[in-house]
Each structure stands twice: as structure tokens, then as C-alpha cells.
């Protein structure tokens, strides 16, 4: 057991203590050990390192493995550990996580380990760039996700089915409609259908079966419900000049319900846990989330980013329906000129369409600045309808209406 001792106590001199045994300062570094003649097959204590060997002193025991035909290798957890072993003893092996042995002067003195040294550095080089990647890979994503929420948000939009759209516009219209019943009339129904057909025609095929209905309501509005319910109020087309305004209004309404602006809306304000539980496969809470936002549905408001992309994908609509999108400008002006006349009354009735679709001077001269590109003489199909029929069978059906409400008709009796 003495060389035991011997070594401890060179290792523990080494402590800052000057050897002069030995050439120059002995570093010692903590160390383990695995050798089958240690109790447990394994030791641990330092290592030092002479101008001609490695060695190992623990409680266990000591080795001492030659510098000439040593190995030198890294690995386990991290890449952290440096091994060292030595053909003349193929069931031993040192460790050390002390990376600093490398830098021993008595290393350079064997050639055949140069190069595994070079290796480990150049793997210890080569864990840290992984490990930078890494790092950087995190930050990245942090800040793109910050960056892409939109994407973000969309990307979970698309897990959800169009058909679950569909089913919520119909509890949410079925909701309204308790209300305010759509008006039933053979004629309105003909002209509205003359007015519709060609934008439907215009966007192409749909996952959404888009319906259009017109409710007695004296505000100037017309809004959308995810899946395809679209609800003109008669205001609107009583307040008209021509059926190109009309559709105006329906195109960008018919280009939430494409974009999916309700439902973006949804994924937007119900956070981003939701987002990133929708994002990472389980759309399972969506249902009872879209059912709780039922009504929500109705009183949202529309991001400037949201009316901006339905202005433009809107009178795309028209221009592929052959409708004039000048239309679409001319009622945004007469909503605006309507809200700056002063008047109570004319405040108020564009105020229900203004507080949901805010038509600022500047979403009109972006429309304006998409009109300049339009080419001058075209000449546009438009609709095989007479609006002022279609307005007419609406004042109609609105004043037998409000008959029909005076009179308050017996159950059963025909309205
Ligand atoms: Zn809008």
C-alpha cells in the first residue's frame, strides 16, 4: 500500500506546493477509475501526470499507465469525460472531466498522441458549435414565433375543418334568425339571387356554401358569418344608387368568410396555450371553444389588417365576376360623407356599419389607388337585374311587413 501513499502525497503536495522531485509543477486532476482488481471494479481519486506516465491514485489503488501507446478519447454525457487507456492493460480505463490534463507539456513529447488530442479538441469544438446551434435554434424560434404569429395563427386555421365553420355559422344564424327572421319573398329572392350568382360564380369553388339573406333592419350593415351565412340588412339596399355598391359590400363581406378572419379572430383571442395545443395536433378543445364564442362572433370587430386584405380580395372578386369594383368605393364615400353630414340620424345609421367595418378615408384611397390600374374603357357585364325593381319589391315586402306587425295576425292566419 505504499505507493499508495507515495502518490497521495505527491498528488496533495502538488496542491500549489513546488516537487522538486519532479520537473517542473505536477497538476493532479480529479479522476475515476475502472479496473476489475479495484473493489466494485472502480475508483475514484486524481490523476497526474509524469514525463513518462499517467497515473491514477485513489482510495482504491493506483495505476499507472504509460504515456508511450496511450489512447485518449472523449464521451459520455455531453462529450464531457476524457478516457485514457493503454494496450498493456485492456480492462482499464482513467477518466477525467478536466479538461485541462489535455494542455500537460509531457503529451506533446509522444507524437502518436498529438493527434488524438488535436480529435478531442476538435470534437470539444465541435460539441460547442452544436451546442451554439442549438442556443441560436431556440432564440430563433422564440423570435419567430414572435414574428410569425400571423403565421402562426393561420397555421392552426387551417387544422380546423370548414365543415365545424359551417355548423357554428348555422347555430349563430339560427340564433339571429330567432330574432329577426330573414325576409321570405318570391321576387326579393329572384333579384337577390341575380345579384349574387355572378360574384359566387367569380370566386371559384368553395368549401362554403354561401347563403345570402336580407332581415328588416333600418341600419346600413351587412355582415358574414363564418361558413357562409351572409346577411344583408334592407338599409343597405334601400341606401344603394346601383347593385354594383350592393356588391361591393358582399364581396368583401363573402372575403372574410374565404380568409377565415372569424376564425382567425377566434385562434387570436382565445391566446397562445390554445394556439400552440391546436398547432401541436389536438383541435379536440376547439369545438367547445368555438361554441362558447358563439356570440362573440357576432360583435367582433375586425382587425385594419383583416379589411384591408377583404377590400382587396373582395374587388378581386368583382373583377372576376365582371362586376365594376368602383362600386365598392363609391359606398364606402357615401358611408363616409354620411358620417361627416352632421346629422343624428345619418350618424347613427352608418355608425352600426362604420363600428364593424371602419371605412376610413384610407381604406377608400387604397381601393382608389387599385382603380388606377383598372383599364379605362372596359366595359363590364355587371348583373341581369333591375336594381330599382329589387328595391321597390323590397319597400314592398317591408311596408306589408309593418302592416302585418299593426295588425298583429291571428296564429295560423296567412302574414
Ligand atoms: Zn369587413
Known amino acids: 500500500m505504499n505507493p499508495v501513499h507515495c502518490v497521495n502525497k505527491q498528488g496533495n503536495m502538488s496542491l500549489g506546493a513546488y516537487n522538486p522531485v519532479m520537473s517542473g509543477e505536477e497538476r493532479t486532476y480529479e479522476a475515476g477509475a475502472f479496473e476489475p482488481s479495484f473493489p466494485k471494479g472502480r475508483g475514484s481519486g486524481t490523476l497526474t501526470v509524469s514525463a513518462v506516465s499517467l497515473r491514477f491514485s485513489g482510495k482504491a489503488g493506483v495505476l499507472e499507465l504509460p504515456l508511450a501507446g496511450l489512447t485518449v478519447s472523449l464521451g459520455g454525457a455531453s462529450d464531457r469525460v476524457i478516457f485514457f487507456k493503454h494496450p498493456s492493460r485492456p480492462d482499464t480505463t482513467v477518466h477525467t472531466t478536466d479538461h485541462a490534463i489535455l494542455k500537460e507539456e509531457a503529451f506533446s513529447h509522444y507524437p502518436e498522441l498529438t493527434p488524438q488530442i488535436t480529435k478531442v479538441h476538435g470534437k470539444k469544438r465541435g460539441n460547442l458549435a452544436v451546442f451554439l446551434g442549438v442556443i441560436l435554434a431556440i432564440l430563433g424560434l422564440v423570435g419567430g414565433i414572435i414574428a410569425a404569429r400571423d403565421p402562426m395563427v393561420n397555421a392552426v386555421v387551417k387544422r380546423i375543418p370548414p365543415e365545424w365553420e359551417v355548423k357554428l355559422g348555422e347555430s349563430v ?3 339571429i334568425t330567432s330574432k329577426s327572421p330573414p325576409l ?9 339571387e341575380a345579384l349574387t350568382a355572378p360574384l359566387l360564380r367569380g370566386i371559384g369553388p ?4 354561401f347563403k345570402f339573406h336580407i332581415i328588416d333592419d333600418d341600419t346600413i350593415n351587412a355582415f358574414a358569418l363564418p361558413g357562409g351565412h351572409v346577411v344583408i340588412h334592407s338599409e343597405l339596399i334601400l341606401k344603394a344608387e346601383s347593385p354594383e355598391e350592393v356588391a361591393g359590400v358582399l364581396a368583401h363581406e363573402i372575403a372574410h368568410v374565404t380568409k377565415r378572419h372569424s376564425m382567425r379572430n377566434l385562434v387570436e383571442t382565445t391566446g397562445t396555450y390554445f394556439v400552440f395545443r391546436v398547432f401541436l395536433g389536438d383541435v379536440s378543445d376547439l369545438v367547445g371553444v368555438l361554441v362558447r364564442n358563439g356570440r362573440y362572433l ?4 375586425y382587425s385594419r389588417d383583416h379589411e384591408r386584405e377583404a377590400d382587396e380580395a373582395g374587388w378581386g372578386y368583382l373583377l372576376a365576376a365582371d362586376v365594376n369594383p368602383r362600386g365598392m368605393i363609391t359606398f364606402f364615400e357615401k358611408l363616409a360623407a354620411e358620417q361627416g353630414d352632421g346629422t343624428v340620424a345619418a350618424v347613427q345609421e352608418s355608425l352600426a356599419f362604420m363600428s364593424t367595418h371602419p371605412a376610413t378615408s384610407e381604406r377608400i384611397a387604397r381601393l382608389e389607388e387599385l382603380a388606377k390600374s383598372l383599364p379605362k374603357d372596359k366595359q363590364y357585364q355587371g348583373f341581369d337585374l333591375n336594381f330599382k325593381e329589387f328595391q321597390d319589391s323590397l319597400r314592398a315586402k317591408l311596408k306589408a311587413g309593418e302592416k302585418s306587425a299593426t ?3 291571428k296564429p295560423g292566419e296567412n302574414q
Do not use: I, R, V
Open 184 to 192: 321570405e319573398d318570391a321576387a326579393l329572392e329572384k333579384h337577390l
Open 206 to 209: 368553395q368549401p362554403y356554401p
Open 407 to 409: 295588425t298583429k295576425p
Open 173 to 175: 344564424f339560427g340564433s
Open 298 to 301: 357576432l360583435n367582433q370587430k
